[in-house]
């Protein structure tokens, strides 16, 4: 607001600053109550989880008073065995986090440094592929789970059905398409001379690779594994197809058993959610920086 | 398209040379290269478009997995369109998520996003309480919703005073209203999500843009709408993107609620209900899922086809 001052523009000067100063009490009122309504959600479901059932049979679902403790939260974590689905799954996003970024970091600086003939096409299948529903391969995928063996070291089952091997596998050739776009989009930006120098020193293609590019792409590698940890320890459809096996299925998609254990139990539903949530809260406070620049890597080029 | 671009992009590059050429390097560097690429292409490929096109081809058969494969034609077609009861609903639903989101909770989220970059006092803390379901799944926030809209033990009940038997409002289990309240609660997350984005992308415009706008005696509606979201057509772009292909997707919500039936069927749930359990109708289930990756490519081919036309003038 930096206008000119004449004398006869002033009154409409004030005004219009008045009025500026109006307008913007009204949008931070407006701002405030939708952020609190934003909040209802997980504040109810906190002050459920802390109060007993026996307290909301009493005085009502919507009441102060009773008791308030964290044996729910107890409860949900023995009686629904969670620490058994946590443990589930770290061990499938850890491997595949840290699989889906070391192939697609490899592809996308063949992509980016390279002038390959079929760099365009690799790159548009991979994009189009990370956009896909996985409802759209789901069918056969099931049927090719259940026709290809794995030495049973790897898997239980023998299959890659029920195995979280097949699990990791479907999550690192899903969540490649969306790194490989993202880290071909950084590779580029680094300065061509790079490889060149590197080249005349008569480094080799994987020396290019591994102590010259991925060195520098730290800080993208490091928003991607936030985000790619939170993805696929939020997935719930490739293990509810995937995995028969209730005892082997990840936390998220174990939220299925938990409500029907739980039956009618807001209370305990509430706290298992929570708990759920936890790990996901921890990214939120603590690496929210590196989950946004993750999410916005894909969006603000290309 | 892609084949001539490349053919262009490959015929310019000997003149301004960016990239290393190819001819250039050893044997050895060249097996590497193939691997570096041929290795996660190879994984991509098999998992995803493999059965992305065996799904087109087991759409013309009847088979329950067991016996042998029959090849009917389009006869699966035929009957989903004809006989099969959740589909015509499943279709009319996946219409109404894209309505809802792209007419509500998109436009929403990018108005959000446009008011913090004021930087008001409280922004962060705004910011933060719109961002924080984005980290949750889908599926947890239908959990957590439930506790709102549970008949009896619910939030919203218990305030309006209809838990008796005989008043109660069964929000989620009310078939002309469910659709409503689960795309409230798939919106709450959905908004957060736009306005990140689109927070990130003001965040990028140049300053002295809107500032010569502002002098130029421009209202914040004239500047938004006459700068700044032109400026912005990349992300547009990529939100429109987001926006129907999550409407497309859209399945934990519905299934963690009811499995997809009663007023809550989708083209997702559809697919996923022929294969799961007891079901075993993998011709069945195949041509739906054909039917929404035509509805998804019919998105993402123009979708790859600007972006990465721009690109090719660019390099």
Known sequence: ?302 | MSASTTEIAASEKPATKRKSRFSLHTRRDKVMLALLLGIPAAIHIFFVWVPALLSVVLSFARWDGISDIRWVGVQNYEQIATIYPPFWPAVAHNFIWLGFFLLIATPFGMFLAVQLDKELAGSRFYQNAFYLPVVLSLALVGFIWQLIYSPDEGLINNLIGRTDPENLIDWLGNPSINLYMILIAASWRHVGYVMILYLAGLKSVDPSLKEAAAIDGATDRQTFFKVVFPVLRPINLVILVITIIESLRAFDIVYVTNGGTNGLELLSTAVTNNIIGEASRIGFGSAIAVILLVLSLGIIIPYLFRTFRAEAKEA
């Open chain 1, 1 to 302: 607001m930096t206008t000119t001052s004449s004398p006869d523009t002033k009154d409409k000067v004030a005004t219009a600053q008045v009025r500026a100063k109006w307008r913007r009490r009204g949008l931070q009122t407006f701002l405030f109550i939708t952020a609190l309504v934003w909040l209802v959600p997980l504040l109810w479901a906190i002050y459920t989880s802390l109060r007993p059932y026996s307290s909301t049979a009493e005085y009502g679902y919507v009441s102060i008073g009773g008791e308030y403790n964290f044996q729910n939260y107890a409860d949900a974590f023995t009686d629904g065995e969670m620490f058994k689905y946590f443990v589930n799954t770290l061990i499938i996003a850890i491997p595949a986090v840290i699989i889906v970024l070391l192939l697609s970091s490899m592809a996308a600086f063949v992509l980016a440094r390279f002038s390959f003939r079929f760099n365009l096409i690799m790159l548009l299948l991979f994009t189009a592929g990370n956009l896909l529903p996985p409802q759209v391969l789901i069918t056969p995928l099931f049927r090719m789970y259940l026709e290809m063996p794995l030495p049973s070291w790897l898997s239980s089952s023998g299959l890659f059905y029920d195995s979280f091997f097949g699990i990791i596998a479907i999550h690192v050739a899903f969540q490649m398409g969306f790194c490989t776009f993202v880290l071909s989009n950084y590779f580029k930006t680094l300065p061509p001379d790079l490889n060149e120098a590197a080249f005349v020193d008569g480094a080799s293609v994987w020396r290019q690779y591994w102590n010259i590019i991925l060195p520098l792409a730290r800080p993208p590698l490091a928003a991607l594994a936030v985000l790619e940890f939170t993805w696929i320890y939020n997935d719930f459809f490739w293990a509810l197809v995937l995995m028969v096996t209730g005892d082997k299925r990840p936390i998220t998609t174990s939220l299925q058993n938990l409500s029907g254990l739980f039956f009618v139990n807001n209370n305990l539903i509430a706290a298992g959610s929570l708990l759920t949530a936890i790990p996901t809260l921890i990214v939120f406070i603590i690496l929210q920086r590196q989950f946004v620049a993750g999410l916005t890597l894909g969006s603000t080029k290309g």
